[in-house]
């Protein structure tokens, strides 16, 4: 996959239908979704508990575009190899989840896999300085994680600026995750961001027999990215 930073809008699964993931991914993938963005949740880490390696498996051969999962787990490392195994195009793990950020990048880089640090709201875009050398792409959460559907945090603009500073020129994305929405999306292109994840404001409204609802979100949504260009 060569590097570029045109807007891509990546849809959670969180907020798909759980009986009907094939699917509703196939329909998102129809509808313009650029990547499928996978929520995995340990109910440690995070408040809530969704998808173990064998449903990555399971959503592999539907996904045509790029598996973008998102560990908001800890420890991560040991889980590393299954998730890649299963079929991750990208891993991204927490810079929270445990002592050593750059390990768990280097472990992530030697599967194969594209490599991702995400930051909650309350971590500073600076514990990242370090990491960049060894990262794909970094994920400004712009909620605190555990579920779709939250308020935008709107001091996450300043962080992605703040990242968007610290990568320069190199090929690194900025994926913000959490409340994105057309009236959100356009500060966060002008700030520097070049990836949206999307739940609610994707999903909302739409279903597996009513994909073209997926097909408008998606367009509002990069409409309003576009704008702010
Ligand atoms: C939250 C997840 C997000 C969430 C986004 O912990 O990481 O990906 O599913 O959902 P919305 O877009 O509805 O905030
Ligand atoms: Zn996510």
Request: hydrophobic residues 45%; aromatic residues 6%.
């Amino acid at each position: 996959m060569s590097f570029d930073r045109s807007i891509k809008i990546a849809p959670s699964i969180l907020s798909a239908d759980f009986a009907n993931f094939g699917q509703e991914i196939q329909a998102i993938e129809a509808q313009g979704a650029d990547w499928v963005h996978v929520d995995v949740m340990d109910g440690h880490f995070v408040p809530n508990l969704t998808f173990g390696p064998p449903a990555i498996k399971a959503f592999r051969p539907h996904v045509k575009t790029f598996m973008d999962v998102h560990l908001m787990i800890a420890p991560v490392d040991p889980y590393i190899q299954a998730y890649a195994d299963a079929g991750a195009d990208m891993i991204v793990a927490h810079v929270e989840a445990g002592p050593h950020p750059h390990r768990t990048l280097q472990a992530i880089k030697a599967t194969g896999a594209k490599a991702g640090i995400s930051l909650n709201p309350g971590t500073p875009a600076n514990v990242i300085e370090h990491l960049l050398p060894l990262c794909d792409m970094v994920l400004v959460m712009s909620v605190n994680p555990g579920f779709g559907g939250q308020k935008f945090i709107p001091s996450s603009v300043d962080k992605v600026r703040q990242v968007r500073e610290m990568i320069g020129d190199r090929e690194i994305h900025i994926q913000v995750d959490g409340g994105v929405d057309p009236n959100t999306i356009g500060p966060l292109v002008k700030a520097g961001a070049d990836c949206f994840v999307a739940g609610s404001a994707v999903f909302k409204g739409g279903s597996v027999d009513t994909p073209e609802v997926y097909g408008e979100n998606i367009r509002a949504l990069k409409a309003a990215a576009q704008a702010a260009q």
